[in-house]
């Protein structure tokens, strides 16, 4: 069983800058970590390696420095990391990362075998999407799972897999076909802490290194910022309130309780009640 986790180098987001004309994140100067929810990806597709024996592969899209993350990868358990990096990638949004990681994914198959699972997080806290899974999903023509919560089987023989996915309703058991895509959700696991042994062999171990003509990509217009329809406009800082957060304590019933915060809100704001009261009733007429 071959399993690929995409992870990805972001800034410390409590030291991130913005620049100022084309509005994406600066990276110089900034310190590093592997995007946190990678890591709950991560951790899913070792304890799949332990139970079933699976080889991992992780891959990362970005400048060369990302290869400290990769060995971190490794550090963690990971048998191999792919770096896929170019200047021509520089400025990349969803669409163009999903794009070049779909054709890293393809050459990754090619070279090491189809991965049945490609795992990712839920989204990077640098952008913050959800998009770059499920790109590389529809690209690839896998099936997805997004917010993944648990893995519950794993079959192999069958070719099948069932999860349970968090939603807004309570937990979903789904299941499908491999290869699959799945997303992992925040706290569904803790990363192990890898040994010794493994941090002195990550240290040692190659770096897998390819660029856009390595994993077949001719057309440089897809990639990067010609790649990138996406056009934030303006990025700043929200206005802090400066009012504060007015508590509701309300006894009795849940209806009860409810009806306090309604009432505490039309209170506050009396047109809303009205606009909301003359919209029912243009729907109904």
Same mark, same amino acid.
């Given at each position: 069983m071959h399993i690929v986790v995409c992870i990805k180098?972001?800034?410390?987001?409590?030291?991130? =800058? +913005?620049?100022?004309v084309t509005n994406t994140i600066m990276r110089q100067g900034v310190p590093t970590i592997i995007n946190p929810y990678d890591l709950f990806a991560l951790e899913e597709a070792l304890r799949l390696k332990d139970r079933l024996g699976a080889s991992v592969t992780a891959l990362c899209m970005g400048p060369p420095t990302a290869s400290e993350s990769l060995r971190k990868a490794l550090t963690f358990g990971a048998d191999r990391a792919v770096l896929l990096t170019d200047r021509y990638f520089? !400025?990349?949004d969803t669409l163009a990362t999903s794009y070049a990681l779909s054709m890293a994914l393809t050459k990754i !198959?090619?070279?090491? !075998? #189809?991965?049945?699972? +490609?795992f990712t997080g839920k989204q990077t806290i640098d952008g913050d999407t959800a998009q770059v899974g499920p790109g590389i999903a529809s690209r690839l023509k896998l099936n997805q799972l997004t917010y993944i919560s648990k893995i519950v089987v794993t079959d192999l023989e069958a070719g099948r897999i069932t *999860?349970? =996915?968090r939603a807004e309703t309570g937990t979903q058991v789904l299941a499908t076909k491999?290869?699959?895509l799945i997303t992992m959700l925040e706290a569904t696991n803790e990363m192990r802490r890898g040994t010794i042994a493994q941090a002195l062999?990550?240290? =040692?171990?190659? &770096?897998? #290194?390819?660029?856009?003509?390595? *994993? !077949? &990509?001719?057309?440089? #217009? =897809?990639c990067g910022l010609r790649g990138s329809p996406t056009i934030v406009k303006k990025v700043f800082a929200p206005t802090a309130r400066s009012e504060a957060a007015e508590m509701i304590a309300a006894e009795g019933t849940m209806d009860a309780k409810a009806r306090a915060v309604v009432d505490a809100i039309f209170g506050r704001a009396p047109g809303v009640e009205d606009d909301l009261t003359a919209r029912a009733l243009h729907h109904y007429v």
């Open positions: 180098q972001v800034p410390d987001s409590a030291q991130i =800058r +913005v620049h100022p520089a !400025g990349s !198959g090619e070279e090491f !075998g #189809t991965p049945e699972i +490609v *999860v349970e =996915r491999l290869p699959v062999e990550a240290a =040692r171990a190659e &770096i897998i #290194t390819w660029n856009a003509a390595d *994993v !077949g &990509i001719e057309d440089l #217009t =897809r």
